[in-house]
């Protein structure tokens, strides 16, 4: 450590004691002098390093995090999880089912035979009469007139029918004496076939005279309902058989009732192949026994038979009429009403029958999803038949009882796919197919 001496500090007094030197103002110095060249390139250096090390930590945390990703990624999921069952097999009768619309099986427009004016109406619109009722009078004084006036010509002619055959009596009595000559008998005998043919007229006259008479009261020619009156009492009614009568009301039977339905040629000809296998009856031949409902009806509480199948298939629709008897004793059924019939297309026998949900379509074909014993899934084409009422599905061809059907989860399947299969179930129908109108 060095000392102070007495000329260092004889310095140091005398700097305190001279005056301060004023404070130039900043932009007032001189511009530095430049740097030199070595510390410059020293500081770029530098910078360049940091910016490389910077990006080389960058690169180690991308392929760090990459790597701690792909050590964290989890392991592949297992098989999907699916429901499947083996097929139901039950005893029923297979069936097709056919929308038709009932018709009375008597329908009948009420019109005048004679003209006259409408003199009562005898029923209620909308009642039920039966066969023979009066339902309209129409005014019949001048059809009693005529019918009088028939009688008056016929008792007339059979009068000038008396005098004839009298004188043709007394000409033949001369004649056998020859006191008439042959052409006095003669003329009497035509006179007795004229006045015959005058009262055969008259008679006939007669008989018209009383069925106008007749006719003037309008009866139900048959049994069921009867529409609304077309024509108040007063109106002038026009008769006759022409086609510019009068219509009055309608009347249409109610039991039995009708059903028509139409059936495609393709059904039609799967039914005549059934019937040539001996499978099922014609029905041109035999009373085929069928089963029908209302539009509002789960189940089939109608009973009744095919009575007609057309003679040939309507050439714009490609169907043929058939129709079905119904009883109906309560009169629940009007005519003009959507039913639906289905009728049978085999006899009892085993059927197999999976869930309607389970049915794929790809394109124009119809699958199965089932699992192979490697748990593999295994589509199967199938021929389907109609859906039971409890949206159970007919298979009539493509599986065997034994395979194993997807029944849930068909969105988790796919063919070729290795599944977990879980075992199911598929409930019976709760009442056989065929009983009870099921």
Not at 63 to 71: I, L, N, P, R, T
Not at 118 to 135: A, C, I, P, R, Y
Request: glycine share 6%; no cysteine; net charge negative.
């Amino acid at each position: 450590m060095q000392k102070r001496t007495s000329d260092d500090d004889a310095d140091e007094v005398t700097a305190l004691r001279e005056p301060m030197a004023p404070v130039r103002d900043p932009s007032d110095r001189p511009l530095p002098p430049d740097e030199p060249a070595a510390p410059r390139k020293r500081r770029w250096g530098t910078l360049l390093l940091l910016l490389a090390l910077i990006a080389a930590g960058a690169l180690l945390y991308r392929y760090w995090g990459f790597w701690q990703m792909e050590q964290a990624a989890p392991a592949a999921p297992p098989p999907p999880t699916v429901t499947v069952a083996k097929p139901l097999v039950v005893e029923m009768q297979e069936w097709s089912d056919f929308t038709g619309q009932f018709e009375a099986r008597e329908s009948v427009e009420i019109r005048a035979r004679v003209s006259g004016y409408l003199e009562s109406v005898n029923f209620t619109d909308g009642q039920l009469v039966k066969k023979g009722d009066l339902l309209f009078v129409i005014e019949p004084k001048p059809y009693e007139i005529a019918l009088a006036q028939a009688k008056a010509q016929l008792t007339q002619a059979e009068a000038t029918l008396q005098l004839a055959e009298l004188q043709l009596q007394r000409t033949a009595q001369l004649r056998k004496n020859d006191y008439a000559t042959q052409e006095t008998y003669d003329e009497r005998a035509a006179e007795v076939k004229s006045a015959t043919a005058s009262r055969d007229n008259a008679i006939a006259a007669v008989d018209q005279a009383q069925l106008n008479l007749d006719y003037t009261h309008v009866t139900a020619p048959v049994s069921g309902r009867v529409g609304r009156h077309e024509v108040s009492v007063g109106n002038l009614i026009m008769g006759g058989t022409g086609g510019s009568t009068t219509l009055l009301t309608t009347i249409v039977s109610l039991d039995p009732i009708w059903l028509m339905f139409n059936v495609s040629e393709g059904d039609g000809m799967t039914y005549k192949r059934l019937v040539q296998r001996g499978e099922i009856k014609s029905p041109r031949d035999n009373a085929i026994e069928v089963q029908g409902q209302l539009m509002d009806e789960k189940v089939w509480t109608l009973k009744g038979t095919i009575d007609f199948v057309d003679n040939q298939y309507d050439r714009s629709s490609g169907t043929i009429r058939v129709r079905a008897a119904f009883s109906n004793p309560d009169l629940f059924i009007t005519p003009g009403q959507f039913g639906r019939v289905r009728v049978p297309m085999s006899q009892d026998r085993p059927t197999i029958l999976v869930p309607d949900a389970a049915v794929v379509t790809d394109q124009s074909m119809k699958l199965l999803f089932t699992v192979a014993p490697d748990g593999t899934v295994v589509p199967k084409p199938v021929e389907l038949g109609q859906v039971t009422d409890d949206n159970l599905r007919i298979i009539r061809s493509g599986i065997e009882p034994s395979d194993e059907v997807i029944i849930n989860g068909l969105l988790r399947a796919r063919p070729g796919q290795k599944i977990t299969p879980e075992q199911g179930t598929i409930q019976a129908p709760a009442t056989p197919p065929g009983a009870n109108g099921q």
